[in-house]
Each structure stands twice: as C-alpha cells, then as structure tokens.
C-alpha cells in the first residue's frame, strides 16, 4: 500500500527492501543574481513539485558490494556509477552514518534525463530518505538538508518537497503555500542526441548576467500569480509563446 511517511511514499517496504517514489519539479520563478568568486551562481527560486512524471527508486540490500543501475531509461545513455548522483547519495549516506551494509539501487527513469525537471537530484534525496528509513538511523531533517546540500544544490527541495523558496543557490529553503487550482501541463523534450553531463553549468556559462534579475521582485511576491511567473534561462532559450522552462531547459510548461 501506498503511504506518505516523512515525506518519502513508499510503495514497498520491508526489512531488506523499499521501492520509493522520486517526483519531478518546475521552477514557478528562478532568477540568476550574480556569479561567485567560486564560479557557481547565487539564485532565487520558487520550487514546485509535481507527481508526474516520476522515477521509481527500488533500494535492496545486498552481500557483496554497493551497485547502482537504470532500468528501462527513456533514452539510451549508460549512466555510470561515478555519474550516477543516486549512488554518491549512498556512498555518502554510509560515510555519515557508518552503516557496513551494501545497498543496490534500480532507477527506473521516467523523468527525461537533462531537461530541467530534476529527475537526478530527486533520485539522490529518495536514496537518502529511503536509506534512512531502511537503516533506522533516524538523520534529521536539517541533517538530510546536510548532505543532500553536497549533492546538489536542487536536492535539498526534494528532501521536503511541496513548494518552497530557495535562495543563495537554491539550497536554503522556505517552505511556501502551494498554489491552489493550478493546472500544469508538461511539454518533455524528445531529443535524439544528448546534451554533457554538465549540461546546467553549461547553460549558466552562457547566461548574460546583465540581463537576469530583472523580475526578482515577483519571486519574493506574497500572493502567487500567473504573471509572476518567469525563468532567467529564457533570455538564452527560446521557447513557445504561453510556455515556460521548468529549469533550465529544454522541458517546458504551460499554466
């Protein structure tokens, strides 16, 4: 049966094994403020998730060693252990905790790979949760935010979820009303080649910063309103008139 606990929904759960649900986001609003002496880039968004499309996330233990894979992917790209955000989230689950036991993760993707719907980052923030239900090793939330932060700076959201704020690079949170009587639709990419691994450090390379930030105003609105929403990533990809990017590229929503 399916539950909501501690924001995971487990569709399995026993002493060996879990199957968890990993949704996908929008950003509502995202503004790019400036670039850091570190190269990465300060934001502030307002995350949205949604249950549709999702990855399911099956998490076994196993005897031998830790194994990550993707089942039945939506494209055709191995994803390696060292490229898969899924697996580091293990690693660096057992490296905080201490656990010796050998985890084996299945992905299995319904979230397009690279288009801007966070599929990556849910994935990590459903291993963490789920291992840490699984492990009973009761990490709390502000712990989870810890290491999903070194992850990724989307994870963080996936860990709570909802609707939320995040600012400096999108890892610190305020959690937010959902908006209420919203109908979303998604318009997924379908492309035949792929774009690099770092294909958002990429899009970030290209923005000019000069012509960003000009609507950060109605990311800290109170009341949401349709006209609030927008995305620095369109001053670099054009998109369909009525259309909004979900992050930054190339999968697109309308409201």
Known sequence: TSIRQKHILILVNDFYHMKIIAPCKINLALDVLKKTASGKHKIQTVFLELKNPHDI???KETRLSDKASMLNPLENRLITPENNLAFKALKLFKQKTGTKKFFEIKIKKRIPL?????GASSDAAAVLKGLNS?????LSTNQL???AAKLGSDVPFFVIGGCALGTNFGEKLTPLPIPKNLKIKLFLPKAKTFPPL?????AYAALDLSRCGKNKSKTLSKKFLIENIHNDFETIFAVPKGHHLCGSGPATYTV
């Open 57 to 59: 996330i099956e998490i």
């Open 114 to 118: 690279s288009s801007g719907l966070g």
């Open 134 to 138: 699984l492990c009973k090793t009761n």
């Open 145 to 147: 935010f810890s290491l």
């Open 198 to 202: 770092n294909k958002t450090a990429n």
